[in-house]
């Protein structure tokens, strides 16, 4: 996961291209740009990061649907995939209360009913090119497209209960997760993504587990678990996230931290990949007492993973 640390803008785009860039060089299949509320435009991250590259995915984690028209996403989203030689991977969804109403004005009411119709939408606009013809609940769309992806643009919506799992399911290539364990992956999550898709003829889905990592001696993971729960606390605002914590053993963004010596985070991963879970995506969380300890915790856990993660592909 690149992208998520804040930073002044300057210093913040040459610290985008040389984490892609790290993360190129050492292997990784994807890099995953969050959509900050209050931070930079993830896809327009990845253009810059697919500038610097020639390899690897770039994915988004994910574009919040109610700021934009279906329309609108398809072309911006389309025109990143093509500059990006076709690496990108979408992850959209319906964000959460506390984004789209308080933050935005927008009204926040039946949000897997507008992911549906949004995403039918988007699926026809990226059939293109031709015309893009959609009515149902939320959108009524006559508009003609001469855009035409070469090779194709997998789209993956961020579903945590039944109703989204089965839309994801049904109209979209995978699901990109966070605040789920391993526990709520494996009984509540793959096997109805996975239903639902096999139902709908299409292929098994992507399953994305987005989890913080600290490398540490096994006598500072208390202290790791406690700093996520300090700076990653989204749970705290979200029922989204509280009925998701509910159907697996962690009670916080600390007890889905995969902390410890590289053993312990082995382990993690491997239980992920036994859940069901076809990619993760690392959010590093370093511990220190000032900002070169921070800095190098960092860098020893990144490199780390790049080991760990041959063993688990």
């Known amino acids: 996961m690149i992208g998520a640390e804040r930073g002044d803008m300057a210093r913040k785009v040459a610290k985008l291209v040389s984490d892609i860039e790290w993360a190129e060089s050492a ?9 900050v509320p ?10 810059l990061m697919a500038a610097h590259t020639s390899r690897i995915e770039l994915g988004t984690a994910v574009v919040p ?22 690496r990108l991977a979408l992850g959209v969804g319906p964000s959460h209360h506390w ?3 308080d933050m935005l004005g927008i009204p926040y009411e ?10 039918e939408v988007l699926n026809a606009a990226f059939a293109g090119p031709g015309d893009v013809d959609v009515e149902n609940g939320n959108f009524t769309v006559h508009n003609p497209t001469v855009l035409a992806s070469e090779t194709p643009l997998p789209v993956l919506v961020a579903a945590l209960g039944p109703v989204m799992l089965q839309i994801a399911g049904e109209h979209a290539d995978g699901t990109v997760l966070w605040m789920a364990d391993e526990k709520a992956i494996g009984d509540h999550i793959a096997p109805k993504i996975n239903k639902a ?14 989890i913080p990592v600290c490398l540490c001696a096994n006598s500072e993971i208390d202290a790791a678990k406690e700093r996520a729960n300090r700076i ?23 007890d889905l931290c995969a902390a410890g010596d590289e053993e312990s985070i082995l382990a993690r ?7 069901g879970v076809t990619d993760l995506s690392v959010r590093l969380l370093p511990i220190g007492e000032t900002r070169d300890e921070l800095i190098a915790s960092k860098y020893r856990t990144r490199e780390v993973i790049a080991e760990l993660a041959k063993a688990v592909r």
């Open 27 to 35: 292997g990784m299949d994807t890099a995953w740009m969050p959509q």
């Open 110 to 119: 039946k949000p897997a009913a507008y992911t549906r119709d949004y995403l």
């Open 269 to 275: 991963f491997k239980a992920f990949a036994d859940a």
């Open 99 to 101: 984004i789209v109403r």
């Open 232 to 254: 990653l606390a989204e749970a705290e605002t979200s029922p989204n996230y509280q009925r998701l914590l509910d159907r697996g053993d962690a009670r916080s963004v600390g």
């Open 65 to 86: 649907l109610q700021a934009q028209h279906p329309i609108a996403l398809a072309r911006q989203a389309q025109s990143v995939h093509a500059m990006a030689g076709g």
């Open 38 to 47: 209050n931070d930079f435009d993830c896809l327009t991250m990845v253009a």
């Open 197 to 210: 898709a096999a139902e709908a003829g299409r292929p098994a889905p992507r399953i994305v587990a987005g």
